[in-house]
């Protein structure tokens, strides 16, 4: 299903690698921390991080499957975010929709996945023990940053 990836230019593909995870680790650690003390992102950092991502994803001769099911999905939680009416942050959907421009599928899936059982146990915790209602906002980037970083650690 997916084209084996190969670089345009002949560099090694531990370098891409790296500046891929460098940038987002970096994008991902200023959103998560302004999204929790200010619950905004900054849609200037996130828009340099999606043009860097589809300049890494044209270099590195990415597959179209691979850029477009990303993009489907973040566009869905800019979606979900309209019809909610701001329930599920817009910031969230634009965070996912450059995350999509510059991870690989497997990684964004399993990213997206990890996050939503830590917002989730962190939303039972407060429900259960700091006796919180449903109405209280978590914000949601910090979770991406925690499960990126558990998928970089192994």
Do not use: H, Q
């Not at 200037?44 to 991080?49: A, D, N, W």
């Not at 990303?70 to 965070?95: H, N």
């Not at 929709?97 to 899936?109: C, K, N, P, Q, S």
């Not at 830590?118 to 023990?129: C, E, I, K, M, R």
């Amino acid at each position: 299903m997916y084209r084996e990836w190969e670089p345009a230019v002949p560099v090694d593909r531990e370098v891409y690698m790296k500046i891929e995870e460098i940038c987002t680790i970096v994008f991902l650690a200023v959103n998560a921390w302004t999204d929790y003390r200010k619950k905004e992102i900054s849609l200037v950092i996130t828009g340099i991080y999606a043009a860097a991502g589809i300049v890494f994803s044209i270099v590195s001769k990415r597959g179209f499957w691979d850029m477009m099911i990303p993009l489907v999905i973040g566009a869905l939680f800019l979606l979900l975010s309209l019809i909610s009416g701001g329930d599920l942050g817009m910031g969230d959907g634009w965070t996912l929709l450059a995350l999509g421009m510059m991870i690989r599928t497997d990684e964004y899936i399993s990213m997206i996945g990890l996050s939503m059982l830590l917002a989730a146990g962190v939303s039972v915790l407060l429900l259960a023990v700091f006796r919180k209602n449903r109405k209280t906002e978590i914000p949601f980037v910090p979770f991406l940053f925690l499960a990126y970083m558990g998928g970089v650690m192994l």
